[in-house]
């Protein structure tokens, strides 16, 4: 732990020291509050700690067990975990699950990544929203912002650490992420929440909720979201203002008492203004003395091999020649022969700024049908089917994708005997695309291309010819957990799939836990985990950088191919885990773990590569129940890679979070967060940034009155008034500023 931990952590201790005297004080008041009034306040700071660790989880066996029993690494957020901390989604309070990273870049993207299995800006863990599949497959990408729920809406996060392939398949090879909402009984009546940031970031929602007949239950909600234009380290405008709106629906009946019916859909549409601005895409002024790196692009010999780099404080800029590259009798066109560029570009440094300002389209639609029951041998059984349509285009380049999707699950599991349960299902995927194959540059201005000698404009940006227009995937699971004794049991599956882009896998695993007594468990496993590399990722070819050459004021392409063969990322992991409950009020869980993986795809565009990579790591978490009105969470994760026999540098190693809740009278609560991000690399296709570790914490008051109305005002980083974080994907260069923050969030229910 660096020295820059302690302080902040010993202030937290002292700090809440003081708290907890004055909370104990101030306990004595609240004998004015009236039952209801003491129940509701005790579940929105969730201190019935029993509950907690008897919370049912489905994702780790395929049946419910409750938390305390899972022999895997589970933690669960709950909408108070959201609200009481100050998140806006639900994906800022991955920030409190050890092990996991979550970083921003620019466009409010945000990307999260699970025990150091990270690279090429993709998700590598499965992402379930009631029970359907989140995963970009063409990115291989969340969408975090138009993937979030309604914070009324929300039953829970079920976080499994470590692979669940022998249940869930292909991509849950870091872990799943299990989201849950709620039956439409649960959410009768109406509810309006807003969030206002300093920033111009502004969230608002509305969810209501009626009854058809007694078996009948129907809700439907709305959801607008506006962001604001960030700033990149340099000082330029990230260009990264937009918008999002939802809206969804679920209808949920009760058929007879054994047998339930579901409907539900939505859609999601977001825009955000994207800019291929050169200024920020191919240097970052990492050092503000003139220094020099390798360039990618061009040839190593001595002329344009190299890129000086030069910061003035606010812009950086490209002093370099590329005559060597230039055929003789080539003619070199006058810039005054650019007329086709967006208006009013300008230059920065002597690199012309490139401006393409528009909307970048995004919409999804769902719809979901589920049928679920049990028979008399208690069989408990569920039927559901999905249909999704997604499009996208990339507003400055002109590329698109459009996905149509059909998925039917069946899920069953029963107890067999005195000492199995057996857990079983099968499913299949059809999958289509509409790709733009070609996109080509918007900007028709001549660009030297060295492989032909001539100057062009008809250079394509992406190619997508070989990528398949559909796939299909069938899969199938079976999986029994033995109770070899009263303590000791034994779970073993594996997961059975056919898909057109990977052939077939089996993916095998097997748990064990021991109950020592009712507050000790100790428990293992063993899984095998694939994950298919996306469609960008096995059939991009990319043309997408322009060097500019200002002594000779010409544009000269660059051409990659993406790596077509690349095989599917195999994992085979091995995992130890402790948890204890030594008292009422505290849980404490430990978890250790070894990856071996191969053809692991870290690199990004324009070239992708497969590494072998290992992996050891750990995490410490517990839940603390100081008092009635004190609840203290925390962890620690440390994680270490080495990537084809060195260490990888682009995921922290050390991580750890301290959160706070402490009533400081009837409906008063004050919250405190620390996060703590140890220092990383961030890789790029034009150089690599270097990320310093910083601490960063947050302070919040929430006020609940009794007529249903919840007011938080937030602060955020307080500590920093800017750090850095992630960039946009690799091909940025530059990342963006991640500011201190205010906001002000109000929740009325009626």
């Excluded at 909370?23 to 700071?45: I, V």
């Excluded at 620019?106 to 800006?121: C, I, K, L, Q």
């Excluded at 004190?630 to 080495?642: A, I, N, P, V």
Aim: glycine share 8%; net charge negative; proline share 6%.
């Amino acid at each position: 732990m660096k020295k820059s931990l302690i302080i902040p952590l010993l202030y937290t201790c002292i700090a809440h020291a003081c708290l907890f005297q004055q909370a104990n004080a101030d306990s004595n008041k609240s004998s004015s509050l009236s039952p209801f009034e003491k129940a509701e306040l005790k579940r929105l700071l969730n201190l019935d700690f029993r509950d907690l660790a008897s919370i049912p989880i489905r994702g780790v066996l395929g049946y419910e067990q409750e938390h305390w029993r899972n022999p895997a690494s589970v933690q669960v957020i709950r909408p108070e975990d959201i609200s009481l901390n100050g998140h806006v989604l639900m994906v800022d309070s991955f920030r409190n699950v050890a092990g996991m990273y979550v970083t921003r870049g620019v466009e409010y993207d945000d990307f999260v990544t699970m025990r150091n299995f990270s690279g090429s800006a993709t998700e590598k863990f499965l992402t379930m929203v009631d029970g359907r599949e989140v995963l970009q497959r063409m990115g291989g990408t969340i969408n975090w912002t138009t993937e979030d729920v309604p914070l009324a809406i929300l039953d829970r996060v079920e976080i499994i650490r470590g692979p669940g392939a022998s249940i869930w398949g292909t991509n849950a090879v870091s872990g799943v992420v299990n989201v849950v909402t709620k039956h439409a009984a649960s959410t009768q009546g109406n509810s309006v929440r807003t969030v206002i940031e300093d920033d111009g970031t502004f969230l608002g929602e509305y969810v209501h909720g009626g009854l058809i007949s007694d078996d009948s239950f129907y809700r439907v909600w709305v959801r607008g979201q506006e962001y604001s234009e960030g700033e990149l380290m340099s000082g330029l405008p990230a260009r990264d203002d937009g918008y999002a709106r939802k809206a969804g629906f679920r209808f949920d009946k009760a058929l007879t008492p054994d047998l339930a019916f579901t409907f539900a859909g939505g859609f999601a549409t977001r825009r955000v203004d994207h800019v291929l601005d050169l200024t920020s895409r191919l240097l970052y002024p990492t050092d503000p003395n003139y220094t020099a790196f390798p360039n990618p692009f061009l040839p190593a010999d001595g002329n344009g091999g190299l890129l000086p780099i030069a910061s003035n404080g606010e812009f950086p800029f490209i002093p370099v020649s590329l005559t060597p590259l230039l055929p003789a009798g080539v003619p070199v066109p006058p810039l005054t022969s650019y007329s086709t560029w967006p208006t009013a570009n300008g230059t920065i440094g002597g690199i012309p700024r490139i401006d393409n300002y528009e909307k970048m389209p995004q919409d999804g639609s769902h719809l979901r049908a589920k049928l679920s029951g049990i028979t008399d041998n208690d069989l408990e059984w569920s039927l559901a089917a999905y249909a999704e349509l997604y499009d996208t285009t990339l507003g400055h380049i002109g590329h698109s994708w459009a996905r149509e999707e059909f998925d039917l699950d069946f899920k069953a599991n029963k107890p067999v005997g005195d000492s199995h349960h057996l857990a079983f299902g099968f499913a299949f995927r059809h999958m289509s695309f509409d790709v733009n194959d070609v996109a080509t540059d918007p900007w028709t201005f001549p660009t030297f291309d060295p492989s032909t000698g001539t100057f062009r404009t008809d250079i394509p940006i992406l190619d997508y010819g070989d990528s398949p227009t559909q796939f299909d995937r069938f899969t199938g699971f079976v999986q029994d957990s033995i109770d070899l004794t009263d303590k000791l049991v034994l779970s073993v599956g594996a997961k059975f799939e056919d898909s057109d882009l990977s052939g077939s896998t089996v993916q095998p695993g097997a748990r064990f836990s021991y109950s020592f007594d009712d507050r000790n468990i100790f428990w293992g496993a063993y899984s095998r985990a694939y994950r298919q590399p996306s469609l960008v990722e096995r059939y991009t070819k990319v043309s997408y950088a322009r060097i500019w050459d200002p002594l000779n004021s010409l544009w000269v392409n660059t051409a990659f191919e993406s790596a077509s063969d690349l095989d599917d990322e195999r994992m085979d992991a091995y995992e130890l885990g402790w948890r204890a409950r030594p008292s009422e009020d505290l849980l404490i869980e430990l978890s250790l773990y070894h990856y071996d993986t191969k053809d692991a795809i870290f690199s990004g565009p324009p070239q992708y590569e497969p590494n072998d990579v290992k992996t050891t790591g750990g995490e410490i978490t517990f839940d603390y129940r100081a008092s009635q009105a004190w609840r203290l969470q925390g962890g620690y994760s440390y994680s270490r890679g080495e990537k084809d026999g060195e260490r990888q540098t682009d995921f922290p190693e050390s991580m750890a979070n301290l959160s706070s809740q402490v009533s400081l009278r009837d409906n008063l609560i004050f919250s405190q967060s620390f996060y703590y991000t140890d220092d990383r690399v961030i890789p790029s296709a034009y150089n690599d940034i270097s990320v310093e570790d910083y601490l960063r914490l947050d302070l919040g008051l929430t006020w609940r009155t009794s007529n249903n109305w919840e007011i938080g005002l937030f602060g955020r980083d307080l500590l920093d008034p800017e750090h850095i974080e992630n960039m946009y994907n690799d091909l940025d260069v530059e990342p963006a500023k991640i500011k201190r923050t205010f906001l002000l969030s109000v929740t009325k229910k009626f």
